[in-house]
């Protein structure tokens, strides 16, 4: 089983829609969950931090479930420019090091 | 600027040639990682830096591929004897651990990268 898992999509949404993508991850321990954004041909870049209390920054909704071990990520009222690749990050701390994982990437496209 | 730097953003080398991607963190920053990302495919970790600790070097996919940071700061990685499907873009990531306080912040600052073509 892969660490962090993610569907690769592509997901194809009509402006104005709801989407969610899912990940799953395989260590219990892990401490801290992060979703970031990449667009086409760009380095990746910090969408939102994941909280088990749920956090929301605008039309973006990040949650976290420990007992299932997966982390959410809803995105209402798609607009065009969402149209990227969501990738899941997961976080272990251990003896002083940061082990950083990240999943393959969901592929969102927003349709006119 | 203050943000993570990397060079060359553009390289198109010979098979069998050497190769060195260098990448300026941003200042303060203890953890320097390394990433590989071929087109159209997910990140897949190289090699990690920690402080003045031992590298995390379980990514490097052969002995062909080596990196250093020197002085804690600027890290270099090195491409010997490069193969095609060495192209990819190479990108570099900069993070503020640990952190000040009971908060792990983890987020990683990531360069534009530095993409290889190897004919």
């Known amino acids: 089983r892969k660490e962090v898992e993610q569907d690769p999509g592509p997901f194809n949404v009509p402006e104005g829609a709801t989407v969610a993508f899912n990940c799953t991850y395989s260590?219990?321990?892990?401490?801290?969950f992060f979703w970031y954004r990449q667009d086409c041909r760009k380095e990746p870049k910090l969408l939102m931090s994941?909280?088990?209390s749920g956090n929301e920054d605008g039309r973006f909704t990040a949650q976290l479930n420990r007992a299932s071990q997966y982390i959410s990520l809803l995105i209402r009222d798609s607009k065009l420019s969402d149209s990227a690749t969501y990738l899941c990050?997961?976080?272990?701390?251990?003896?002083?090091?940061?082990?950083?994982?990240f999943g393959t990437g969901t592929k969102l496209q927003v349709i006119p | 600027g203050a943000g993570v730097s990397q060079s060359p953003s553009n390289k198109v080398t010979e098979k069998g040639k050497d190769v060195e991607l260098r990448c300026d963190p941003i200042?303060?920053?203890?953890?320097l990682y390394w990433y590989r990302q071929s087109l159209g495919q997910g990140l897949e970790f190289l090699i990690y830096?920690?402080?003045?600790?031992?590298?995390?070097k379980s990514g490097l996919p052969s002995d062909r591929f080596s990196a250093e940071r020197t002085g804690g700061s600027v890290s270099t990685l090195t491409i010997q004897r490069t193969q095609q499907e060495d192209s990819a873009v190479y990108l570099c990531?900069?993070?503020?651990?640990?952190?000040?306080?009971?908060?792990?912040?983890?987020?990683?600052?990531f360069g534009e990268g530095s993409r290889l073509t190897v004919l």
């Open positions: 260590n219990s321990a892990s401490q801290s």
């Open positions: 830096f920690q402080g003045n600790s031992a590298p995390d």
């Open positions: 990050v997961v976080i272990d701390y251990s003896g002083g090091y940061q082990k950083v994982t």
């Open positions: 200042s303060g920053h203890t953890a």
């Open positions: 994941v909280y088990s």
């Open positions: 990531a900069s993070s503020p651990f640990p952190t000040s306080g009971p908060v792990m912040s983890g987020e990683l600052f």
